[in-house]
C-alpha cells in the first residue's frame, strides 16, 4: 500500500509560482502512474495533470495546459510546478497513484490512492 503526502501549498499573488510534491511512504512510487487534482468549494473534483511511470504519457487539462508542470523528482517523489497562477486555480490539490498496467488512456485512467490535499490560494 502507498501512502501519499502532498506539500507546497500556500498564499500566492495572481501571476506568481507555487511547486507541490507529492512524496510516498510505504513504497516508493516506480511503477505507478502519478496524477494531480484540485477541487474548489462548490466544484466538482478536477483532474489538472498526470504522468505514466515512464513518463511517456503525460496528461494536462485545458484550464492549466502551458502553465502547470508534472514532473517525476525521484523514485518517491513527483511534482506540480505551477506558473502564472490564477484567481480560478484556488482549490485544494490533491495527488493520486495507481499501478501502470501499460495499455490505458491516461486522461481517462482511474486512480485509488490518494493524499490528504494540501490548499492553493491565489489572490487578485
Not at 511511470?53 to 514532473?71: C, E, L, M, N, P
Request: charged share 15%; proline share 2%; aromatic share 12%.
Amino acid at each position: 500500500q502507498v501512502q501519499l503526502v502532498e506539500s507546497g501549498g500556500g498564499l500566492v499573488q495572481a501571476g506568481g509560482s507555487l511547486r507541490l510534491s507529492c512524496t510516498a511512504s510505504g513504497r516508493t512510487l516506480s511503477g505507478y502512474v502519478m496524477g494531480w487534482f484540485r477541487q474548489a468549494p462548490g466544484k466538482e473534483r478536477e483532474y489538472v495533470a498526470g504522468i505514466s511511470w515512464r513518463g511517456h504519457k503525460i496528461y494536462y487539462a485545458d484550464s492549466v495546459q502551458g502553465r502547470f508542470t508534472i514532473s517525476r523528482e525521484n523514485a518517491n517523489t513527483v511534482s506540480l510546478q505551477m506558473n502564472n497562477l490564477k484567481p480560478e486555480d484556488t482549490a485544494v490539490y490533491y495527488c493520486a497513484a495507481t499501478w501502470d498496467g501499460g495499455v490505458y488512456v491516461i486522461k481517462h485512467i482511474e486512480y485509488n490512492h490518494w493524499g490528504q490535499g494540501t490548499q492553493v490560494t491565489v489572490s487578485s
